[in-house]
């Protein structure tokens, strides 16, 4: 058998009894969430007053509804105007559907033995309140993610262009950069179906934290160890080096070249970083069996050859200069080794010496600048050095001829 409808006269007296109560119910309410609710109480006074202004709204705007039915949308959308932009970022979704089951809690006891009418009523509009603020939170989290992705753009492009400036920092922290201690840059192409979450997660998983940059074609990854607090991975995990975190990302990455830049000691060092990666990425094509992903340091002749400054100084000073300080012989020895195509019988002969010395020699070569001749492709790299640093030898002793005056 099914209820009758409440008579016109029965809802007047129901509507202005519940106008009577509003202010009773908005005060048993805030006692409610102070007893009940522990975040409410450890609120500061100033955003308490702003929870209350929304259960309040919520009273009210239900004995609205109440009146009109049809007035739903805007009525319950108005509840969250009551209250500042701010208590969007300080009061969670989850506190938010909290606070909306105390109120209607509230109203029901209060509310009791009025007739089912009224506690459908109430049911109903709870529903669309949920509802409502479900739609506010996700707006909300749509804006605050389109200007992170803004902002987390315009700090990658001051990075690659080192423009940095002292709001670098604040635009990091605002980002919620959990990175510290060492950085490296890795650049690559941008996959045609980009999972900028999936990538995301991937870092966490290796210990680490990105910054992401798509710039057309080309994507580009800040990588920096996370701190203890916000690994997702064991302690095994947070000590891989860079190359092995850049090989485990590589599935995030389009097809072609992915050249890792060297570490450096903190982010706002990054734009070194990045200078190395970006100009190994322009050449990496010119390596023909380049490993994916390469290090940028791996790609110094080919850099220099393209007038890279930086790939030119680096050879001159992490090999000429090394081996120049240490001794003249490595030097020659290193010279005549690689002219000879890598002959031991060959440079021994020219130098006047055992095979063995050259041998021991080209060792020591090793030993202090870390790169073994006998390799091809490290050869290549110490041949190119040499050439530059002999370049860059005779072009000071030009200038400094060249400076001094006639007595």
Do not use: C
């Not at 099914?2 to 129901?14: F, I, M, W």
């Not at 860079?242 to 599935?251: D, H, T, V």
């Amino acid at each position: 058998m099914s209820r009758s409808p409440e008579s016109s006269s029965d809802k007047t007296e129901t509507l202005a009894w519940l106008r009577r109560i509003s202010g009773d119910l908005a005060t048993v309410t805030l006692k409610r969430l102070e007893d009940t609710l522990p975040w409410y109480a450890d609120m500061p006074p100033a955003r308490r007053s702003s929870v209350g202004l929304v259960a309040q709204a919520g009273i009210t705007s239900f004995i609205q509804w109440y009146d009109d039915p049809t007035a739903t949308p805007w009525i319950a959308a108005d509840i969250f105007a009551a209250a500042p932009r701010e208590l969007l970022r300080s009061v969670s979704l989850q506190q938010t559907l909290q606070l909306i089951r105390v109120t209607v809690e509230v109203t029901e006891e209060r509310v009791a033995g009025r007739g089912e009418d009224l506690r459908e009523a109430i049911l109903l509009y709870s529903r669309e309140l949920a509802f409502t603020a479900a739609d506010v939170y996700a707006r909300a989290a749509e804006a605050r993610g389109l200007w992170d992705a803004r902002l987390e753009a315009l700090v990658v492009d001051s990075i690659l262009t080192g423009e940095a400036d002292e709001e670098l920092p604040s635009r990091i922290a605002a980002l919620g950069w959990h990175g510290h201690g060492e950085v490296s840059v890795l650049v690559g192409t941008t996959p045609p179906q980009f999972d900028v979450d999936q990538l995301r997660r991937m870092a966490r998983k290796l210990g680490v934290d990105v910054l992401v940059g798509v710039q057309g074609s080309r994507l580009v990854l800040v990588i920096g160890r996370t701190d203890a607090d916000h690994r997702a991975g064991g302690d095994e995990q947070s000590e891989l080096p860079f190359p092995e975190i850049a090989r485990r990302l590589e599935p995030g990455f389009g097809t072609g070249h992915l050249v890792l830049g060297p570490t450096v000691p903190a982010l706002v060092d990054a734009g070194q970083s990045a200078r190395a990666a970006l100009a190994g990425f322009a050449v990496a094509r010119a390596w023909r069996n380049a490993p994916r992903p390469v290090e940028a340091d791996d790609l110094l002749p080919e850099r220099a050859l393209a007038g890279d400054p930086l790939a030119k100084h680096t050879l001159v000073e992490r090999i000429y200069r090394p081996l120049k300080a240490h001794s003249s012989d490595l030097v020659t020895t290193l010279w005549s080794y690689l002219d000879n195509g890598r002959s031991l019988e060959a440079t021994a002969r020219e130098l006047f010496v055992h095979p063995n010395t050259v041998r021991y020699r080209l060792k020591r070569v090793s030993d202090v600048i870390g790169w073994d001749a006998t390799g091809p492709r490290e050869a290549l790299i110490l041949q190119t050095a040499l050439v530059l640093g002999a370049i860059g030898t005779d072009n000071t002793r030009r200038r400094a001829a060249g400076t001094r005056r006639p007595r």
